[in-house]
Nanobody, 123 residues
Framework: QVQVVDSGGGLVQAGGSLRLSCVASGRTFSSYAMGWFRQAPGKDREFVAAISWSAVSTIAESVLGRFTISRDIAKNTVYLQMNSLEPEDTAVYYC?????????????????WGQGTQVTVSS
């Protein structure tokens, strides 16, 4: 049984920073990509960032230059460093694990999902 646990959300003022963490445990695959998505109230879930086993990454244009994604293979952990946060970044952020190794932008490519962590940015 694979588990994905995301954490690190909170309340921050505009311009501030947060780092989200996501740990995958249980049955693991030889290589896999992990991604971050977010969903704001009344909006669809949207792609934020993803990274492959070999650290190839892709970032959504809306957060490019402000957010970075990284991973620690030994710890089965992926991080989302969020800087220069804006009120528009307020959402529930979800970590997800794919059974493939390419960092996909489509939510359908991910099989296992975390419970979500709330990020609130005040103006």
């Amino acid at each position: 049984q694979v588990q994905v646990v995301d954490s690190g959300g909170g309340l921050v003022q505009a311009g501030g920073s947060l780092r989200l963490s996501c740990v995958a445990s249980g049955r693991t695959f030889s290589s896999y990509a992990m991604g971050w998505f977010r969903q704001a109230p009344g909006k669809d879930r949207e792609f934020v960032a993803a990274i492959s086993w070999s650290a190839v990454s892709t970032i959504a244009e809306s957060v490019l230059g402000r957010f970075t994604i990284s991973r620690d293979i030994a710890k089965n952990t992926v991080y989302l460093q969020m800087n220069s946060l804006e009120p528009e970044d307020t959402a529930v952020y979800y970590c997800a694990l794919s059974t493939g190794d390419w960092p996909q932008r489509e939510a359908g490519a991910y099989v296992y999902w975390g419970q979500g962590t709330q990020v609130t940015v005040s103006s």
